[in-house]
């Protein structure tokens, strides 16, 4: 999981600061303590539909990456202007040598509605 997104602070930092409307969205529990962090932004290359693109996506544990996934893809329909959203995995080799993106992690998202082209 922790190889699925942009994960490096400078190139994170570019590409939100390249697209436009740029969102940083941190996760908090009832407690004040963080639980994740998230970015996003809108895809200024694709003219089709306004296209929100997840650059990045953490949890601090696996108990709380589906609910704080749920809440963020709620928050963003609810308040950010667009047709769409974008998730993108990058794909990595696992302890059989394949390459191919977390598949626990794809199956998280997929139950949300995501799919792969």
Same mark, same amino acid.
């Given at each position: 999981m922790k190889n699925s997104f942009v994960s490096d602070g400078e190139d994170l930092l &570019?590409? &939100?600061n390249n697209g436009q409307d740029p969102i940083w969205f941190e996760f908090v529990d009832s407690s004040n303590k963080r639980t994740g962090f998230a970015v996003a932004n809108i895809d200024n290359g694709y003219f089709a539909a306004r296209r929100l693109v997840i650059l990045h996506y953490s949890s601090l544990d696996r108990e709380h990456f589906g609910p704080n996934l749920d809440d963020f893809v709620k928050y963003l329909?609810?308040?950010i202007d667009c047709d769409e *959203?974008?998730?993108s995995l990058y794909h990595m080799e696992d302890d059989q040598d394949? *390459?191919?993106p977390d598949k626990e992690l794809q199956?998280? *998202?997929k139950k949300r509605g995501f799919r792969w082209k």
């Amino acid at each position: 999981m922790k190889n699925s997104f942009v994960s490096d602070g400078e190139d994170l930092l &570019a590409r &939100a600061n390249n697209g436009q409307d740029p969102i940083w969205f941190e996760f908090v529990d009832s407690s004040n303590k963080r639980t994740g962090f998230a970015v996003a932004n809108i895809d200024n290359g694709y003219f089709a539909a306004r296209r929100l693109v997840i650059l990045h996506y953490s949890s601090l544990d696996r108990e709380h990456f589906g609910p704080n996934l749920d809440d963020f893809v709620k928050y963003l329909w609810e308040n950010i202007d667009c047709d769409e *959203i974008k998730i993108s995995l990058y794909h990595m080799e696992d302890d059989q040598d394949n *390459i191919g993106p977390d598949k626990e992690l794809q199956d998280m *998202i997929k139950k949300r509605g995501f799919r792969w082209k």
